[in-house]
């Protein structure tokens, strides 16, 4: 890894590893299909970013190329990768080596990766124990996904869509929740239960597991593994049968008080972040925190300084009495959780702009997805995200519409991605809070919504001097 080319080295998990490798002294270079912040950050580092993919662009003294699953077969610079003999190597190889000689942590599950891995790195950061980490989102600024940092502990997001997971051995692993998504990879729930198995097997002897006790697939799970001798099992949240039991979770506007039962003993704390399933995240990283050897209260304390992560109901700004939050969503679960966050927060309408992320799993979750956006007061579908996926025949936002209608949404369809600012602007007013949400580029409409609220207000604010 002494001279690494990052295919798509600005998506959000190859950028840290690039990221920890340009700060640990290697000869870093990549490419990507768009300039982005991102991609600047790591310029700055000294990494060499090309935009566009051509064969050309792998340096000839590169030691490797990383590839994510993301990345198809027929890539020009995987091709000559492969022509000029230069050794193949997957994210999660790169991830799991980068981890080699410290205490690793690992944070799985269908939802909520990112937020708890990040409270973890902001908590143990704040105790001044400098841990390295790596996060599938950005914490405040373009390149904070990840850091190399001084102390013993590695902190990293693992990745089920695609297996990826079952190639790290932490010291202490964390499964959040344990649920049927990423329908290309995985046919049935089953199959997710085996995976989730064959990752908390690769947790090293004497290790911990912390896992929810809420969850019916996070109980199967631990109901799997029971027979393990060598592990140390930790359940977390409401359930009466909990190891680490949440006693209760008080909003209080963007924030929520914490109340745990530890060791008999009851602890609160305060969770800069609205919502229930944010709180009971938070309960998991002290889980964690505290299997490290990390003292409870002090871990607690610090886990009231994480402020947020991008694109996890990241206030954008406000415009004519109208926030604007931008949230990642894109799962059923996820969308409820956010929608319900977001009433507990505000007394005023809640709007969403919905993007729908993968045609596969529009395919399975359309009925799901619907019923979540008969949470908020009106909402307004866009067309689906692919990502990295082909259409399927038939499968369009239109499922999604329907469902919600069924569901007694006010919900509507526009298809022009650049027109819908000025719709959202248009239906908006003042004390509502306005939601961007799913996985793609629907966080870009934020911007632009701010501005044509701006706009409105400007031209009432003309009308009213000049009565």
Do not use: C, W
Not at 51 to 62: F, K, N, S, T
Not at 122 to 133: F, H, I, K, N, R
Not at 228 to 233: F, I
Not at 450 to 458: M, V
Request: hydrophobic residues 45%.
């Amino acid at each position: 890894m002494h001279a690494p080319h990052f295919i798509g080295i600005g998506g959000a998990g190859m950028s840290g590893l690039a990221k920890i490798l340009a700060v640990r002294g290697a000869s870093v270079s990549g490419s990507d299909a768009k300039e982005s912040e991102t991609v600047r950050a790591l310029r700055a580092l000294g990494a060499g970013v090309h935009i566009g993919h051509a064969a050309e662009h792998v340096p000839q003294g590169a030691s490797s190329i990383v590839v994510s699953s993301a990345i198809r077969a027929d890539n020009p610079e995987l091709a000559a990768a492969r022509e000029r003999g230069i050794p193949v190597v997957h994210r999660s190889d790169a991830l799991a080596a980068l981890m080699g000689g410290r205490r690793a942590l690992a944070v799985a599950g269908t939802h909520g990766k990112t937020t708890t891995t990040s409270m973890l790195a902001v908590a143990l950061g704040e105790l001044g124990l400098d841990p390295s980490y790596a996060i599938g989102g950005d914490l405040d600024a373009p390149g904070s996904n990840a850091h190399h940092g001084t102390g013993e502990i590695f902190v990293a997001e693992a990745d089920e869509s695609d297996r990826s997971f079952h190639k790290y051995a932490p010291e202490v692993a964390i499964v959040l929740n344990v649920e049927l998504d990423h329908h290309a990879n995985y046919a049935s729930i089953d199959e997710i239960h085996e995976s989730f198995e064959t990752f908390v097997g690769r947790i090293v002897p004497g290790g911990t597991l912390v896992v929810s006790a809420d969850h019916e697939g996070a109980r199967e799970l631990t109901a799997r593994v029971a027979g393990r001798t060598d592990l140390n099992v930790v359940t977390v949240g409401a359930a009466e049968d909990a190891d680490l039991r949440v006693l209760s979770v008080v909003p209080h506007g963007m924030t929520s008080e914490v109340t745990v039962l530890l060791d008999g003993a009851e602890l609160a704390f305060t969770v800069s972040v609205p919502g229930r399933h944010y709180a009971h995240n938070a309960v998991a990283a002290l889980a964690a925190g505290v299997a490290l050897g990390v003292p409870a209260a002090d871990l607690a304390k610090a886990l009231g300084a994480y402020t947020g992560v991008r694109r996890r109901l990241q206030l954008k700004g406000e415009a004519g009495g109208v926030q604007v939050i931008d949230s990642y969503a894109h799962h059923p679960t996820e969308m409820t959780a956010d929608l319900e966050a977001i009433r507990e927060a505000t007394t005023g309408r809640v709007l969403v702009v919905f993007q729908p992320h993968l045609f596969s799993r529009t395919q399975q979750l359309a009925e799901e997805m619907g019923a979540a956006l008969a949470l908020a007061d009106a909402s307004v579908v866009l067309d689906i995200y692919p990502a990295r996926e082909d259409p399927i025949p038939g499968i369009t936002s239109e499922l999604i519409i329907d469902a919600a209608l069924r569901a007694g949404a006010e919900v509507t369809a526009e298809h022009d991605f650049a027109a819908a600012p000025a719709v959202l602007a248009g239906l908006a007013r003042p004390g509502d809070l306005l939601l961007t949400m799913g996985a793609g580029d629907v966080t870009n409409l934020g911007a632009a919504i701010l501005e044509h609220l701006e706009r409105g207000l400007e031209r009432l604010t003309s009308v009213a001097t000049n009565v």
